[in-house]
């Protein structure tokens, strides 16, 4: 089982470049379905979701080239439109291969995945999509069997904001016969550069970016090349890296606009902090004090940045009030933070951080899931002493080559 070891006490500083967003190239993978041939997808980073998705998509028929961040995908139609179990459980962002095999194929049967650490996570806004556009669903030893001689095109109204339902509805939607129209669709980047690529193939789309987004169908898709957007997850990890340890440092080839709720949180707790078109730049300060977030869909503050987040407010002036407003379970990472010294209560949604400047001291702790683990890395750069990370198969779902990009930046830090 691999671990990180993290020696607290550097100040961070230097320039450090974004890779391709997870949350935009694996919807954008799956998208590849709607058309055989080849496509071309830059920028897409080496995680081991990605490993995932390909593993899943060659299962459905496609062979893949991957050198230098560029993965080209040949699609052809799959022997049977199956997403099984073994795969999906490792990774729920399988269930968007429901619209696109309905869509090209009229059928699909792929697993429900089950749980996850940080919450339930149902899938049931999904299914309610494919049968708004006329699909008929069965769930069948744990699997959701779809069918459907053409979908067809409908208002779409989800009760709740869902980004990987908008996303689902968005591909179904392009190959339905008559116009879809989602409303209460998530706005988030990574639904927009999905988007972006299936107009590329030829889908007829617009409003994306926005809660109403209307798609007009077309018969037939045609592959074509795409380079997925910076990963704004990731940019705002290492700004907080910068951050925690009262070091300077450039974060680069972002889009800082897609982290302005972050970027306005760091300022209210007095961080200076400067932007151009493709990156965001932090200066060294000794003090911050603490303030209140609550995560909420785009634009609000990210709930993938909430953890992050708590471990910086655990070294600020002052108490800062947490509240998760997206997931019914996203504070795992609250314990382990405590054991490296930290000062949180957590209640069920919301936790009470009372910060204690150069209050941790290392520990061994163990990373739950994606995010809590780059929180952990993140402490164990303040830490007092060396800080061993453990489970970080968690990290390698999500952030790419993380520790070479934190030493690059000053950070004693390595793999072991
Ligand atoms: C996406 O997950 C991201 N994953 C998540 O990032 C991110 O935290 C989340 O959006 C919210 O921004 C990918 O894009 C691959 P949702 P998704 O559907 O699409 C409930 C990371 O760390 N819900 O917007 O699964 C759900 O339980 C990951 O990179 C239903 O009730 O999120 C949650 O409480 C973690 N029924 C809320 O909606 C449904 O059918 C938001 O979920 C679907 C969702």
């Known amino acids: 089982m691999e671990s990180i070891v993290v020696k607290g ?9 974004t890779s391709g967003s997870k949350n935009a190239a694996l919807p954008i993978l799956i998208s590849a379905l709607l058309a055989d041939g080849r496509h071309e997808f830059k920028r897409v980073p080496v995680l081991r979701d990605i490993d995932s998705t390909e593993q899943l998509l060659t299962e459905l ?28 459980r490792k990774m729920r962002a399988s269930i968007l291969c429901l619209g696109p095999l309905l869509a090209r194929y009229g059928e699909a049967r792929v697993s429900l995945p089950g749980g996850c650490a940080i919450g339930s996570r149902p899938v ?28 067809v095109g409908d208002r779409i109204l989800f009760e709740r ?25 998530a706005k988030e980047p990574e639904v927009v550069d999905l988007a972006r690529y299936l107009k590329t193939m030829g889908a007829r789309i617009e409003g994306e970016g926005s809660s109403v987004i209307t798609i007009e169908g077309v018969d037939e898709l045609t592959p074509g090349t795409h380079t997925i957007v910076a ?43 400067t932007t151009d078109a493709s990156s965001i730049t932090l200066d060294a300060i000794e003090l911050w004090t603490g303030t209140d977030i609550s995560t909420a869909p785009y634009p609000g503050f990210p709930t993938d940045l909430q953890a992050q987040f708590m471990a910086l407010m655990t070294q600020a002036h ?76 968690h990290l390698d779902r999500g952030y790419e080559k993380l520790e070479h990009k934190l030493a690059s930046l000053g950070a004693g830090i390595s793999r072991m």
Do not use: W
Request: hydrophobic share 45%.
């Open 124 to 151: 049931d806004l999904h299914v309610q999509t494919m049968q708004r556009l006329g699909a008929e669903i069965n769930i069948d030893e744990g699997y959701v069997v779809a069918r459907a001689k053409r979908l």
């Open 231 to 273: 990963d704004r997850i990731e940019a705002g990890t290492l700004l907080i890296a910068g951050a925690i340890t009262g070091g300077g440092i450039t974060v680069a080839d972002c889009v800082p606009e897609h982290l302005q709720a972050l970027i306005d949180k760091m300022r209210e707790c007095g961080f200076s902090i």
């Open 318 to 393: 002052g108490t800062s009030v947490i509240t998760e407003g997206i997931f019914e379970n996203r504070f795992m990472h609250v314990q382990e933070l405590v054991r490296l010294g930290a000062d949180i209560t957590p209640m069920s949604q919301v936790a009470i951080v009372r910060g204690k400047p150069g209050g941790l001291s290392a520990a061994e702790v163990m990373a739950t899931d994606l995010r809590a683990s780059a929180c952990l890395v993140l402490a164990g750069l303040v830490a007092e002493g060396a800080t061993r990370v453990n489970r970080i198969y």
């Open 61 to 88: 028929g496609c062979r893949f080239e991957f050198e230098d961040s560029t993965l080209t995908v040949h699609v052809a139609p799959p022997k049977s439109p199956v997403a099984p179990y073994d795969l999906v």
């Open 161 to 185: 904001l869902t980004v990987g339902g908008t996303e689902n509805a968005l591909m179904a939607a392009t190959l339905a016969k008559g116009t879809t129209v989602i409303e209460n669709a």
């Open 9 to 17: 006490g550097s100040q961070l500083q230097g320039t450090v470049a």
